[in-house]
């Protein structure tokens, strides 16, 4: 069904690839600028477990992570095609998103038409790259929408008719993005419910509804079983199953409603100021859709999707900034579908060159104000300034001087400890972490694991004694509010857990201010009193 007749037209549907082609220029353009943003934790976890896996190392027994395997071996792949870097990460994600953003026209297309699938896969291009959902950061969600819009429109095209094979990798698709990150199971269930809305509406018998009701799941099932069985065999499925199921049971439960509600609200209100105008139109979208009989068949499969998405950003009621990628290709449809209505409505007796320069006016409001409005950040600011930018005084930029003096001073044998969760700092210097636990969140949660997680973690560092340990004077590197001083929680674990007796201070990072840290290094580090709240300390052991 369309929304308007101008699919027909070769100058229209020209035009639209035009449209699309420079939202596509100028996004890439920007990526390009920041492809040299410091990789933030997630990325260096990312990063690190892939180079361990790239060097014959195994996820959950030689490092914990509640991730799912998908991600780690996604990276692996981009390590091995681009480089072991940030920017080659970074490089990765462009082409990712360039992907992804096919696939929202596509599905836009197939949902109404040309143009309304050209709208909504500029929107997604803009907004994707959005300071509030992270956008510069190769997030595992980033890596859970390619796969999850691959499988879902695969499954606009296998029902109508019933073609079983598109049904089979409609499911292994969207098996593939459950394996990055467990958000992924949100778009199964969406599978789930199309297929049963498409068999109502064409009255499929119980029996054949069956069959391709399996068909869907078995896809589904398939990489996760597999992945199982390979976990099985290499002797760690106990670690696998409780670091990605039974630890994550309990971390999706910790939070209060109350405490998730305000995330949500805080969160979502950045999502949508930084993109108004898209946002604004797609809540037009919404009303069209409510209200046009024209819209009636397109209701259902559209507003789920829109519902399953939303709900894809929801468990554990963390409602992280990244996550509301997931959320995007919904929004981007339906501000096209407001987009392409207002279009019809201004344009309907309007003479040509009349409703060339609407649609002129109207997209330039959509789709450029969005990167008006961040100029500074998509256009001016150097990559270490978008760090400090969106990611305020964390140590991300600083770890790349940090690992550059371990590597310079280390074997490649050697182990290292970070204590705090900073584990880009293990990528970049190419050591491996005497412990499995890059993260200290864990230890420090409130559940029944902790204190055995605790215990493990500082007998496998006092066990393997690490050539260097970095010791990361930044609350939001440990997130403990146990205690009023936050300096003072970390001398205590110091004091009751490392023999630092052993080491000598060899590095200070001060870091002052967003645009000012200050480096101290050998002995210059021994009498370096930092003056800020946030530091880190490195020590070397004594040989």
């Not at 500029?122 to 190769?138: E, Q, T």
Request: with cysteine.
């Amino acid at each position: 069904m369309t929304i308007n007749n101008s699919d027909n037209n070769k100058f229209s549907s020209y035009a639209g690839w035009f449209v699309l082609a420079f939202v596509i220029v100028v996004v890439a353009y920007i990526r390009v600028r920041l492809l040299g943003v410091p990789l933030e934790r997630d990325e260096g976890e990312f990063a690190y477990i892939a180079d361990l896996v790239m060097k014959g190392g195994l996820p959950y027994k030689d490092v914990y992570s509640m991730k799912l395997p998908g991600i780690f071996y996604a990276y692996a792949l981009i390590l091995s095609l681009f480089g072991h870097s940030h920017t080659a990460i970074h490089f990765a994600l462009l082409m990712l998103n360039i992907i992804t953003t096919q696939l929202v026209y596509f599905m836009g297309k197939r949902l109404f038409d040309h143009w309304t699938g050209i709208i909504a896969a500029s929107c997604y291009a803009i907004m994707s790259l959005s300071p509030s959902v992270y956008g510069i950061s190769a997030h595992a969600t980033n890596f859970v929408i390619l796969p999850a819009l691959g499988g879902t429109l695969v499954m606009l095209y296998a029902t109508a008719p019933v073609r079983r094979k598109l049904i089979f990798l409609s499911g292994l698709l969207i098996g593939v993005s459950v394996l990055m990150k467990q958000h992924g199971l949100m778009f199964a269930a969406y599978g789930m419910v199309y297929l049963a809305y498409s068999f109502y509406r064409n009255r499929i018998s119980w029996p054949l509804m069956t069959g391709i009701f399996g068909l869907f799941l078995a896809g589904i099932l398939l990489p996760y079983g597999l992945v199982n069985m390979y976990f099985y065999m290499s002797g760690v499925f106990e670690d696998f199953w409780f670091y990605t199921y039974s630890y994550p049971i309990k971390y999706v439960t910790m939070l209060p409603i109350t405490t998730g509600l305000n995330n949500l609200r805080n969160n979502l209100t950045e999502v949508v100021n930084s993109g108004i105008v898209i946002w604004f139109f797609a809540f037009i979208g919404l009303l069209a859709l409510m209200l046009s009989g024209k819209l009636r068949d397109r209701r259902f499969p559209v507003i789920s999707f829109l519902v399953f998405s939303f709900l894809s950003v929801c468990p554990g009621l963390y409602f992280r900034e990244h996550y509301f990628i997931l959320l995007l290709p919904a929004v981007s449809l339906f501000a096209a579908i407001g987009v392409s209505t207002a279009l019809t409505k201004l344009t309907q007796n309007l003479k040509i060159i009349s409703k060339i320069l609407v649609y002129i006016c109207l997209l330039a409001s959509v789709l450029l104000v969005p990167l008006y409005l961040k100029k500074d950040y998509f256009f001016y600011m150097t990559p270490f300034q978008i760090g400090r930018f969106i990611y305020g005084a964390q140590p991300f930029g600083e770890s790349l001087e940090v690992a550059q003096y371990i590597e310079k001073h280390s074997k490649e044998s050697d182990k290292i400890m970070v204590l705090g969760s900073e584990p880009q700092i293990y990528f970049y210097s190419k050591r491996r972490a005497a412990t499995g636990f890059i993260y200290m969140y864990p230890l420090l949660e409130p559940h029944k694991y902790a204190e055995s997680m605790f215990k493990q973690m500082f007998y496998e560092i006092n066990a393997l004694k690490p050539k260097f340990i970095v010791l990361v004077n930044i609350r939001i590197s440990w997130i403990t509010y146990q205690y009023s001083s936050f300096s003072t929680y970390l001398e205590q674990i110091v004091r009751d857990q490392i023999q630092l007796d052993d080491y000598q201070r060899v590095g200070v990072i001060d870091i002052i201010s967003e645009g000012e840290t200050r480096y101290k290094w050998g002995e210059d580090a021994l009498t370096y009193a930092p003056y800020s709240k946030d530091w880190l300390i490195v020590y070397r052991r004594n040989d």
